[in-house]
């Protein structure tokens, strides 16, 4: 459970992540100097009154139909982006906190680890038979950083801190503290888009833009500590604390070092070894759920994870399971109740225009950051993000009128801190495929739903969920058109970022691409589960199912695949990194082997044609869709390609890890670490059809293991222990007392408290049996 290296970071990718959901922390482990990263996690550019709609889209809107009806589809795309809103604004960096040591950069014995047992980073060395370490963690409970710096003998610390920041800001010391204040630009351009200003600050005294500060303070054994306009010093100790806090002016602080200064003033009431106390019980009770064994350690034990990635990678199952549980690390570390959602980065960014605005990309990424919350048991983690949907369904409200006529709300592929909803294309200079996808609303809406599905909290759907999926269905039933057959498709309609080949042209836009039919059949079903299981809105729900029958069905095409577009269009990429189009299969539960066999036959054709190759994020999603077609060799080898060095860059052809084990888009994009753990559980348990699958997709390479601690719908937590790729054993745990389905379970018996019960044999090969809330049953085969 540890990331150990025997050098320093150089790279923001070779550094070891820590947070508590608002503070983010990179830690690089330097000698002499010391560089630990900061972001706090409602530091972005743009202001609250900044209305990124298209006054003109409505307008323009029967113009796209009509040139998508007439199969003038590149004409289409370029009208469009007569549709297209203001980009969406970024995610920034606060900046550094720096630690400069006298002792020099000359060392012996250097260690550096991130224990995930702990969510701890420490560091260690020698210099002239003297030892030193630090220790560094953020605390969800207390909201502050804390930095422990111990010498083996007394007076041989030497050690300056200071502050700094790539924005605008200033320092100064107050009350023997060093204090960085400082102001947000009110714009960022992203990246791609060469604008001649690309950094936009207003006037400081009337700008609308978010403030922010840090506080930092320092306490001393020893020695002697000074404060000054150049940081806060410590001479001749034997150990040092410090202690930093963040804070913005978002969520209503008039002044954000004000805000800073009293977290840090409650945290200085404890003494050190009670903040390391309450952070790890509130840590471990989240990450000590779950445990995962998929075999024996292949690699030395003291061997630096970047050479064991590059050595070892998949075939190491330890190595593996290290990678399962740093999904579930920074889960913990980047999204707690209270806090933000996780962006493209997570919460670690160093950049002022950083790639992609850092932003939350909805057309799967933000998205996949919340895959392995449900399912590997870090439930209330899930509640970043449910409070974004509520946020972009407000703003979304207008998007929807303003650009379409239509009720509801509706997104688009990019969000921001301030519920960003139109179509994120500058205005005109960016393209259909990407910008022109109003389904962003309804798959976040699936987040709402899986929610309940798990937690089965029926005040949470009726207050929260169903109010926002309803309305976002509110929109799909006015967006979708009637065809002269009388089916219902959307247009404009893309599927992400992908072209399609037509007469020898390439467009995005056409009409009920495969993504949207399955994202509104998804949204629709949901609807109407969530209408039955609150026992209201039947009306509503008989209009939902009524246009659901109606949707645009699904394709095969020639050759045997799932097609992507209405039509059987030619790809612009064969191996495109996104396979929106096999949405049903996984995240989604439209296409089943029993459900819809050639349909699900065709979507495995798709994704045999894609290829193994892909960015980091897309080799992820792979892992996952592969497992539900129930190959698990497919997705085990879909992990090595995902577990290879990378190196610095971008090459959108093939991703990896860095030697932090963060996920290489490449460049560095953290969602491909939430769908790999997301993607290992879904080898090991499925229950998207109602029914738990018991090691649906184990590879030939985990022929022994056991699993502690996951979570399947209907609220259950299932351990699983397997031998020879066999199962020995599964216990079932129920939390709200609902029937309990094991698919194909022939041979399997049910057992509690050592005593058989009596199940019901289901004609496809499943039991089904009635469980007691908080009760734990075993099942396993017959006669062991």
Not at 2 to 21: D, F, I, R, S
Not at 360 to 383: G, K, R
Request: glycine content about 10%; charged content about 25%.
């Amino acid at each position: 459970m540890k990331l150990q290296y025997n050098k320093p970071a150089t790279k923001w990718t070779e550094a070891v992540p820590l947070g508590n959901g608002r503070i983010g922390a990179m830690h690089f482990g330097g000698v002499e100097r010391d560089r630990i990263g900061l972001n706090e996690d409602t530091l972005w550019s743009g202001t609250p009154s900044r209305d990124g709609t298209n006054e003109r889209a409505l307008e323009v809107l029967p113009e796209v139909r009509r040139l998508v009806r007439e199969g003038r589809y590149e004409e289409a795309d370029l009208k469009s982006k007569e549709m297209m809103g203001d980009y969406s604004q970024s995610y920034l960096p606060f900046g550094d906190l720096v630690l400069t040591f006298g002792h020099g950069d000359v060392c012996r014995s250097y260690r550096r680890s991130l224990d995930l047992d702990d969510a701890v980073s420490r560091v260690e060395y020698e210099i002239g038979g003297v030892s030193y370490s630090r220790e560094l963690f953020v605390s969800h409970p207390d909201r502050v950083l804390a930095l422990r710096l111990e010498a083996g003998a007394s007076g041989a610390l030497e050690v300056h801190a200071r502050l700094d920041s790539p924005l605008r800001h200033a320092t100064s010391a107050e009350d023997g503290r060093f204090v960085l204040r400082g102001i947000a630009p009110e714009h960022v351009s992203p990246s791609y888009y060469d604008s001649p200003d690309p950094i936009v600050y207003g006037d400081e005294s009337t700008s609308e833009a978010i403030r922010f500060a840090g506080v930092l303070h320092v306490s001393a054994e020893g020695g002697t500590v000074r404060a000054d306009g150049d940081g806060l010093h410590v001479l001749g100790a034997r150990s040092a604390t410090f202690v930093f806090a963040a804070a913005t002016t978002f969520n209503g602080a008039q002044d954000a070092a004000a805000e800073a200064g009293e977290h840090l003033n409650a945290a200085l009431g404890k003494a050190y070894a009670a903040l390391r106390g309450d952070h790890f019980a509130d840590y471990r009770a989240l990450f000590g759920r779950v445990k995962l064994k998929l075999g024996e350690r292949l690699s030395p034990e003291g061997m630096p994870t970047d050479e064991r990635i590059s050595a070892y990678g998949s075939s190491d199952p330890d190595l593996v399971g290290l990678l399962f549980h740093y999904g579930r690390y920074l889960t913990i570390a980047g999204s707690r109740p209270g806090t933000q959602a996780t962006n493209l980065q997570g919460i670690w960014n160093d950049l002022t225009r950083p790639p992609w605005s850092s932003n939350y990309t909805i057309n799967i990424n933000t998205q996949m950051n919340y895959w392995p919350v449900e399912t590997a048991n870090l439930s209330e983690c899930h509640e970043p993000l449910i409070s974004l949907i509520g946020r972009v369904a407000r703003t979304g409200r207008k998007t929807a009128e303003v650009h379409y006529g239509c009720r509801g709300w509706v997104a688009h592929h990019n969000v921001d801190l301030w519920g960003h909803s139109a179509p994120a294309g500058g205005r005109g200079a960016g393209d259909a495929s990407w910008a022109m996808w109003p389904m962003g609303g309804v798959w976040l809406a699936q987040h709402l739903w899986e929610h309940y599905a798990f937690g089965r909290d029926a005040d949470y759907l009726r207050e929260t969920a169903y109010p926002a999926m309803k309305e976002a269905a509110l929109f799909c039933l006015d967006f979708l058109e009637e065809d002269e057959n009388g089916r219902l498709s959307t247009c404009p309609s893309t599927s992400p970022e992908h072209r399609f080949r037509y007469d020898g042209k390439l467009a995005g836009i056409s009409r009920a691409s495969t993504m949207d039919m399955s994202l509104i059949w998804d949204l629709f079903t949901n609807c109407i589960e969530a209408s039955e299981a609150l026992g209201t809105d039947e009306r509503f729900a008989e209009e939902l199912r009524a246009s659901k029958a109606k949707l645009y069905p699904i394709q095969i095409g020639q050759d045997g695949r799932l097609q992507e577009w209405f039509e059987d269009f030619g790809d612009e990429d064969p191996q495109h990194r996104h396979v929106s189009h096999l949405f049903g299969v996984y995240p989604g539960r439209q296409l089943t082997v029993r459900g819809t066999p050639e349909l699900f036959a065709a979507a495995r054709r798709s994704l045999e044609l894609r290829g193994n190759e892909g960015t980091g994020w897309s080799l992820g999603w792979k892992v996952g869709l592969w497992a539900r077609f129930r190959e698990g060799n497919e997705s085990y080898k879909l992990l090595t390609n995902l577990m290879r060095l990378s190196e610095a860059g971008t090459y959108y052809a093939r991703g990896g890890l860095y030697p932090n084990l963060f996920d290489a888009h490449p460049p560095f994009q953290i969602d491909g670490n939430f769908a790999a753990t997301s993607g290992i559980v879904e080898m090991l348990l499925q229950s998207h059809q109602n029914a738990l699958e018991l090691l649906p997709a184990l590879p030939d390479a985990w022929p022994n293991g056991s699993a502690e601690g996951l979570r399947a719908r209907d609220g259950f937590e299932v351990g699983l222990r397997w031998r020879d790729g066999r199962l020995v054993e599964a216990a079932v745990r129920s939390l709200h007392g609902r029937d309990c389905e094991i698919a194909e379970a022939d041979g399997l018996s049910v057992t509690l408290d050592g005593e058989e019960i009596a199940v019901r044999r289901l004609e496809h090969g499943g039991i089904r049996f009635a469980t007691e809330s908080g009760r734990t049953y075993r099942i396993c085969p017959l006669g062991s």
